[in-house]
């Protein structure tokens, strides 16, 4: 029954869309981290170093005061940027970055 089969071509598609569309209206964290600090950090070890080791609460509101003070060359992506640094700097606390 090639009917029941097509019926389910209505929701892949959805998903498809969903997923092929969600980056043209946000801006991935790395994009965004790209866009605004990118120009002068071409990466982010060094800024992932200072962020103090700590909660998400403790991380957040540093580099929210952090940035405050700091230039930024996309400011419109900017809560994607403390999203990036927020998510990147729980992960990457790794041995080999106090060497
Ligand atoms: C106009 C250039 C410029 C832009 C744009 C810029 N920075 Fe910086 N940043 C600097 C300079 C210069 C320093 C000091 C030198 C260094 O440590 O590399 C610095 C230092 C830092 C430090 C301290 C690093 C350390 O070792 O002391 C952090 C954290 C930081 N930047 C985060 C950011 C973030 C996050 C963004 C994007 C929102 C950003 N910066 C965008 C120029 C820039």
């Given amino acids: ?10 929701i892949v598609t959805a ?3 969903a997923l092929v ?7 991935s964290p ?4 790209t866009a605004g600090c990118g120009g ?15 909660s998400e609460a403790v ?3 540093w ?4 940035m405050a003070g700091h230039p930024n060359e996309r400011d419109a992506v ?3 940027i403390v999203e990036y640094l927020v998510a990147k700097s729980a992960t990457s606390k790794s041995w080999w970055q106090f060497w």
């Fill in 1 to 10: 029954m090639p009917q029941s089969c097509r019926s389910m071509d209505p």
């Fill in 15 to 17: 998903v498809m869309v």
């Fill in 21 to 27: 569309a969600s980056p043209a209206h946000a801006v």
């Fill in 30 to 33: 790395e994009e965004a981290f």
């Fill in 40 to 54: 002068c950090h071409a990466s982010d070890a060094k800024i992932l170093r200072k962020i103090p080791d700590g």
């Fill in 59 to 61: 991380r957040r509101a």
């Fill in 63 to 66: 580099i929210l005061n952090f």
């Fill in 78 to 80: 900017k809560a994607e």
